[in-house]
């Protein structure tokens, strides 16, 4: 059960509860059991020192278990219905209608916590404060675009999202006489303190649309809040392009536009490694502040996480700047995160999922997906494209082929509320949909006991080679929605599953659950 809920107070207090969640402890992840008791295992978690390995528990009378780990050996003995720690692992043993008798067992597994390989940058627009007017062309990569201001001095304040060290500057000028002939970059730590300078120039000069990198020449340090603070200018106004912060000297890394946090997991075994990025994109003034996440195989640090080698473009999660409820899910090779706006309900998944193909074959299973492809999608679009992973619009999912090839498979673009199958990717995600025609699952109903069915969702290719059948979401179903709300549980083989609706859609073919395990 290593998941968790809560509310967060707006899209990158969301980012830092995943963040927190993934990287302050491991995970504990696919219990089982053999026996005769009818009780429980719950609240199992992973700790800051836990590994890959299989931890045993077996019962030596109704009351007491012995807790061996595979690599760990002996632990302390468990008691039945009292919380158990220790530095591999946590849980609780429930008692249930029948006792347990010795030789019960129950087997859990813990994968070690992921890493954290930055946390930088500034989340967007609100929190950038200046007297510049159309403040986003200096950061949207065209030169044809400018910020200005009528007068000789100017100012760009950032508050980054946790201390953060800026080592160079990047200006491009618009013209040889409206452009900075002074001005300074400088630091604080508290919103309350008086500015420090990092660096200050004077007597700039430029020709038309050039390009100046100012190196600084000492480490500033960390710090949560910038200033590019211009003092005088060579004619009677500002006019300019393009201006960038970085991290690093000399690297293309900046820090001045968005958020960033990049994560490291290790697989269910330990052994593989994975990459999950993770941005911002915040505008306050068409109120959009949504999360995109990519994937990839190999970290370059001097390089944003949608510039990474071998990754998808970025996959958003449409927010908001307030509370947002959520629920995370994750173990050594994934994570789901669940979020609510009002009742619009989103589904994340970023991570392995479970190929058909041996690793000989298939060995880096990756699966990145969410609501769409847009950046600048509000949470309240009604767009056929913004839909779950297992359900997914175009382009809002991104899969990794055993050819070392992303693909995209889609069910839905285009038209009415369900819109049309989007063929031409060649790829459909079943049961959502169940046949060549496209058409919605509409007449699955409840198991004849009254259960809830949990249907896998199968990730295939098939209009175009390669004809293949990728696999399955580890911990993603899809389920009839007749007589369900979104939040409502499933509980099946001792695990609880969260139904979600997809997104704003409430038809009976339009719900998934996500096992909290």
């Keep these: 059960m290593s998941h968790t809920s809560g509310t967060a107070t707006s899209y990158v207090d969301l ?33 800051a020192s836990s590994v890959a390995e299989t931890v045993t528990l077996t019962a030596i009378n109704a009351n007491t278990f012995s807790v061996v780990g595979s690599v760990s050996g002996a632990l302390a003995n468990a008691t039945v219905g009292t ?14 209608g029948t006792a347990y008798v010795a030789g019960d067992v129950w087997r859990i597994n813990t994968s070690p916590k992921w890493l954290r390989l930055r946390r930088a940058g500034c989340s967007g627009s609100e929190k950038r404060t200046t007297n510049l007017v159309t403040l986003d062309s200096l950061f949207d990569g065209n030169v044809n675009t400018t910020a200005t201001r009528a007068a000789t001095t100017a100012f760009i304040e ?32 508290n919103a309350g303190d008086a500015w420090t300078t990092a660096q200050s120039w004077t007597g700039q000069t430029w020709t038309n649309q050039q390009t100046r990198v100012y190196t600084l020449t000492a480490a500033p340090g960390a710090h949560r809040f910038w200033r590019w603070n211009m003092t005088a200018t060579n004619g009677s106004s500002l006019e300019i392009a393009e201006l960038y912060l970085r991290q690093q000297v000399s690297q293309p890394y900046q820090v001045q536009e968005r958020a960033e946090y990049v994560w490291r997991g290790y697989g269910l075994d330990g052994t593989k490694e994975l990459y999950v990025g993770a941005e911002t994109f915040g505008s306050s ?14 970290w370059d640090s001097t390089a944003s996480a949608s510039a990474q080698a071998n990754g998808t473009a970025m996959r958003y999660l449409s927010l908001a700047n307030a509370n947002i409820g959520y629920w995370i899910v994750a173990n050594g090779q994934r994570f789901v995160l669940v979020t609510k706006n009002n009742s619009v309900y989103q589904i994340a998944y970023a991570g392995f999922g479970f190929p058909y193909e041996p690793p000989s074959a298939h060995n880096w299973p990756m699966l990145v997906g969410a609501s769409s492809n847009q950046r600048g999608l509000r949470f309240n679009s009604n767009d056929t494209s913004f839909r779950f992973p297992i ?17 995209e498979p889609s069910n839905r673009y285009l038209g ?42 199968v990730i295939a290719h098939r209009l175009a080679a390669p004809l293949h059948v990728w696999g399955e979401f580890d911990g993603l179903y899809w389920t009839p929605g007749f007589s369900v709300a979104s939040e409502s549980i499933i509980r099946e083989d001792r695990f609880n599953h969260l139904v979600v609706q997809n997104c704003f859609r409430t038809g009976a073919q339009h719900f998934g659950a996500v096992r909290l395990d």
């Design 391 to 407: 359900d997914p619009g175009r382009y809002g999912l991104a899969c990794f082929f055993p050819d070392a090839q992303w693909r």
């Design 83 to 96: 919380p158990y720690t220790s530095a591999v692992v946590a849980f609780t043993i429930t008692a249930g």
């Design 285 to 298: 003034g068409v109120d959009t502040y949504n999360v995109g996440l990519t994937g990839f195989s190999t």
């Design 416 to 457: 009415s509320a369900d819109g049309s199958a989007d063929t031409p990717t060649g790829g459909l995600v079943w049961p959502a949909v169940m046949n060549p025609n496209k058409t919605h699952t509409t007449w699955v109903r409840d198991n004849l006991d009254g259960t809830k069915p949990l249907i896998p969702a």
């Design 15 to 47: 980012l830092d509860k995943l963040d927190t969640f993934l990287t302050a402890t491991g995970h504990a992840w696919g219990k089982r059991f053999t026996g005769t008791g009818t009780g429980d295992l719950i609240s199992y978690n992973g700790t």
């Design 158 to 189: 950032w508050e980054m999202i946790a201390p953060t060290e800026v080592r160079e500057l990047v200006i491009q000028t618009w013209t040889s006489t409206n452009n900075p002939a002074a001005f300074s970059l400088d630091w604080k730590d």
